[in-house]
């Protein structure tokens, strides 16, 4: 049985700058979790580049390596424990696969050193679920530059899951903005018949009205960050991972 009073608290980079929008990305968080499960938040700072700042040759990995790097996670990490989270999950999958397992271990470190309390991160979550489901090749979609899509690549074959096809939308910022519709045609295209699963990865993007879907359109799972990252907390709480729905990730 559940523990009583589990509460998840919620890390995420604050890429929106609109409450409406950062509205809209908590409310599919908390999509991926059942009603008896709370969820407390807190945001972390993401600069916006100014026009002649951009990085000329279109690479977003140092402004991913920025996030894990500079402070922020563990700091907002430990304003949250006021709210008295159970579980800590940090909402961003481009940060925590960025740099690796190496980076993404060392992340989880950080923040559980900061708090005392166990963390799980969008990347680890994302390969628990995919091996859950038994899946070794995966197509992706997402709304990364090409250079963070090679190392989501590179990150998933540390695992030892093959990407067979990948379909980034090659969005430099603004990834929490990506239309639903946008982000599911690109996971539509990616999808070929040696992939085991689809794989939408980035935590901004808006998947849990469709995904039930999108698999049966497709005829295999497809996982998300935002599903996966809720699906690894609520097992890391005691807490049954089974939500209508939500994807075969919740039904298994």
């Given at each position: 049985m559940p523990q009583?009073?589990?509460?998840?608290?919620?890390?995420?980079?604050?890429?929106?700058?609109?409450?409406?929008?950062?509205?809209r990305m908590?409310?599919?968080?908390?999509?991926?979790?059942?009603?008896?499960?709370?969820m407390?938040?807190?945001?972390?700072?993401?600069?916006?580049?100014?026009?002649?700042?951009?990085?000329?040759?279109?690479?977003?990995?140092?402004?991913?390596?920025?996030?894990a790097e500079n402070g922020d996670i563990e700091a907002?990490?430990?304003?949250?424990?006021?709210?008295?989270?159970?579980?800590?999950?940090?909402?961003?999958?481009?940060?925590?696969?960025?740099?690796g397992v190496t980076g993404d271990d060392a992340l989880k470190k950080r923040v559980e050193d900061a708090t005392g309390l166990p963390c799980t991160t969008a990347s680890t979550a994302i390969v628990k679920a995919l091996h859950h489901l038994g899946v070794r090749r995966v197509a992706t979609a997402s709304p990364y530059m090409e250079d963070v899509n090679r190392a989501l690549t590179g990150f998933l074959a540390e695992y030892d899951i093959e990407v067979v096809n990948s379909n980034p939308l090659h969005y430099l910022q603004d990834h929490s903005i990506v239309p639903s519709e946008t982000i599911r045609e690109a996971a539509r295209r990616s999808d070929v018949a040696e992939a085991d699963a689809v794989l939408i990865s980035c935590t901004g993007q808006k998947t849990a009205d469709f995904?039930?879907?999108?698999?049966?359109?497709?005829?295999?799972?497809?996982?998300?960050?935002?599903?996966?990252?809720?699906?690894?907390?609520?097992q890391m709480m005691g807490v049954e991972p089974r939500l209508p729905g939500r994807g075969v990730l919740f039904e298994n």
């Amino acid at each position: 049985m559940p523990q009583k009073h589990q509460t998840l608290g919620a890390i995420y980079p604050d890429d929106m700058w609109l409450d409406h929008d950062i509205n809209r990305m908590l409310d599919e968080i908390r999509k991926y979790l059942p009603q008896h499960v709370p969820m407390v938040s807190v945001r972390t700072h993401v600069p916006m580049f100014p026009e002649d700042a951009e990085p000329s040759d279109g690479s977003s990995v140092e402004l991913g390596v920025w996030l894990a790097e500079n402070g922020d996670i563990e700091a907002a990490a430990a304003r949250l424990m006021r709210l008295q989270p159970t579980v800590l999950a940090y909402y961003c999958t481009t940060a925590s696969f960025v740099q690796g397992v190496t980076g993404d271990d060392a992340l989880k470190k950080r923040v559980e050193d900061a708090t005392g309390l166990p963390c799980t991160t969008a990347s680890t979550a994302i390969v628990k679920a995919l091996h859950h489901l038994g899946v070794r090749r995966v197509a992706t979609a997402s709304p990364y530059m090409e250079d963070v899509n090679r190392a989501l690549t590179g990150f998933l074959a540390e695992y030892d899951i093959e990407v067979v096809n990948s379909n980034p939308l090659h969005y430099l910022q603004d990834h929490s903005i990506v239309p639903s519709e946008t982000i599911r045609e690109a996971a539509r295209r990616s999808d070929v018949a040696e992939a085991d699963a689809v794989l939408i990865s980035c935590t901004g993007q808006k998947t849990a009205d469709f995904i039930s879907e999108l698999e049966e359109e497709i005829g295999k799972p497809v996982v998300t960050s935002n599903q996966a990252t809720g699906w690894h907390a609520l097992q890391m709480m005691g807490v049954e991972p089974r939500l209508p729905g939500r994807g075969v990730l919740f039904e298994n």
